[in-house]
C-alpha cells in the first residue's frame, strides 16, 4: 500500500491508471481469462529473489516488486495502465553558436536563423543528465529568443533608413 502511493493516487486522478477491486475486473477489462492472468503473474514473482529466482527465458534481469505480482485467491485492488511508446527526447540536432545562431555545413552562420530547445544539438555531448533539457530550452530560449529580436530590429531599422 505504501510503495508510491501518492504517484499511483496522481495518475489515478489524472486518468492514466485505473483502480480495479480485483484481479477478476483486470481479466475482464483485458478481455482475458482469469487463470490465464493468475498464471502470468505466478510467474513473473517467480523470476524474483524473493521467490527463488528463476531464470527469466527472456533476459530480464530485475524485477521490482515482483511478490505484488503473484495472484492472489482474496480480492485486492489492482491498477491498470495502458503503455505507450512515446518520444521523450532526442539528442543531437543542428549546430549553432553561443548566440543560438543555426550554423551551416561549412561552420558558418546562417544569418538570421535561431534555435533552441531539442533543435540544436551538441549542448550535453553523448549523453543529457535528468532535468538538463528545461536548463537547456530556458538558457539557449532566451539567448536565441533576444539575439532573433535584436537581429530583427537591425533589419527593420536599415530598411527604415534606406528606404527599402
Given at each position: 500500500?505504501?510503495?508510491?502511493?501518492?504517484?499511483?493516487?496522481?495518475?489515478?486522478?489524472?486518468?492514466?491508471?485505473?483502480?480495479?477491486?480485483?484481479?477478476?475486473?483486470?481479466?475482464?477489462?483485458?478481455?482475458?481469462?482469469?487463470?490465464?492472468?493468475?498464471?502470468?503473474?505466478?510467474?513473473?514473482?517467480?523470476?524474483?529473489?524473493?521467490?527463488?529466482?528463476?531464470?527469466?527465458?527472456?533476459?530480464?534481469?530485475?524485477?521490482?516488486?515482483?511478490?505484488?505480482?503473484?495472484?492472489?485467491?482474496?480480492?485486492?485492488?489492482?491498477?491498470?495502465?495502458?503503455?505507450t511508446?512515446?518520444?521523450?527526447?532526442?539528442?543531437?540536432?543542428?549546430?549553432?553558436?553561443?548566440?543560438?545562431?543555426?550554423?551551416?555545413?561549412?561552420?558558418?552562420?546562417?544569418?538570421?536563423?535561431y534555435?533552441?530547445?531539442?533543435?540544436?544539438?551538441?549542448?550535453?555531448?553523448?549523453?543529457?543528465?535528468v532535468?538538463?533539457?528545461?536548463?537547456?530550452c530556458?538558457?539557449?530560449?532566451?539567448?536565441?529568443?533576444?539575439?532573433?529580436?535584436?537581429?530583427?530590429?537591425?533589419?527593420?531599422?536599415?530598411?527604415m533608413?534606406?528606404?527599402?
Open positions: 500500500e505504501a510503495f508510491g502511493h501518492n504517484a499511483v493516487k496522481f495518475y489515478e486522478k489524472m486518468g492514466v491508471l485505473t483502480r480495479y477491486g480485483d484481479l477478476g475486473e483486470v481479466a475482464t477489462e483485458m478481455r482475458v481469462p482469469l487463470q490465464t492472468l493468475r498464471d502470468d503473474l505466478d510467474a513473473y514473482a517467480e523470476f524474483s529473489d524473493e521467490e527463488g529466482g528463476k531464470k527469466d527465458p527472456h533476459g530480464k534481469q530485475y524485477f521490482p516488486n515482483s511478490s505484488s505480482y503473484k495472484s492472489q485467491t482474496e480480492p485486492k485492488p489492482f491498477w491498470l495502465g495502458w503503455i511508446p512515446s518520444l521523450h527526447y532526442c539528442m543531437g540536432g543542428l549546430m549553432f553558436t553561443q548566440k543560438g545562431e543555426l550554423v551551416k555545413a561549412d561552420g558558418t552562420a546562417i544569418k538570421g536563423l534555435g533552441a530547445g531539442e533543435v540544436v544539438g551538441g549542448v550535453h555531448g553523448a549523453n543529457r543528465l532535468g538538463n533539457s528545461l536548463l537547456e530556458v538558457v539557449y530560449g532566451r539567448i536565441s529568443g533576444s539575439n532573433a529580436a535584436s537581429y530583427a530590429a537591425e533589419s527593420v531599422a536599415k530598411k533608413n534606406t528606404g527599402a
